[in-house]
């Protein structure tokens, strides 16, 4: 599933989004949680970032609440 973050720069140059979403699998449907790391510099106001989660790419995390996954990507502008 894709989803695209908008980051706005922050002081130091750099921020992070974090977006909700859902990752499909052959064991069903699991939240997701998309951090996107962006890495912005000169005139850049805004950085948008194509994170796609996949069951190759997610990292399996067990909670308390259950099974959660998390996917990580960087961009730059």
Not at 62 to 67: F, I, K, R, S
Request: glycine content about 6%; charged content about 30%.
């Amino acid at each position: 599933m894709a989803s695209t973050a908008c980051c706005k720069i922050g002081s130091d140059g750099t921020h992070t989004v974090i977006k909700q979403c859902i990752l499909k699998t052959d064991e069903g449907e699991f939240d997701c949680e998309c951090i996107c790391k962006c890495e912005c510099t000169g005139d850049c106001k805004n950085c948008t970032c194509d994170c796609k989660c996949t069951p190759e790419t997610a990292q399996k995390i067990q909670t308390a609440d259950g099974v959660k996954y998390r996917c990580e990507c960087k961009c730059k502008c």
